[in-house]
């Protein structure tokens, strides 16, 4: 089983709204995630607002072997830029 961490949309039409899931690869993108480790706002005010993350979970499931989406990549580096 290939886990990646990648972004499920949720929300309507004009209010988007992600959860950040760890997800067997082979799920479509509705599928059942094995674990939300944190959501993402893009219509946020402050980036405080728009990422919500468990980052001993995100780093947890690196080590196993899991990866990231190229966006979800681009996220975590703002976030670890502004700790």
């Not at 290939?2 to 993108?29: S, W």
């Amino acid at each position: 089983m290939a886990v990646v961490l990648r972004l499920q949309r949720h929300g309507k039409r004009v209010q988007p709204n992600y959860k950040i899931v760890a997800i067997d690869r082979t799920k479509g993108p509705t599928g059942e995630p094995i674990e939300v480790i944190g959501n993402y706002n893009p219509k946020g005010e402050k980036l405080v607002d728009k990422i919500n993350l468990k980052m001993e979970r995100y780093d947890y499931w690196l080590k196993v072997g899991a990866k990231p989406s190229d966006t979800l990549s681009k996220l975590v580096k703002k976030v670890k830029e502004n700790q």
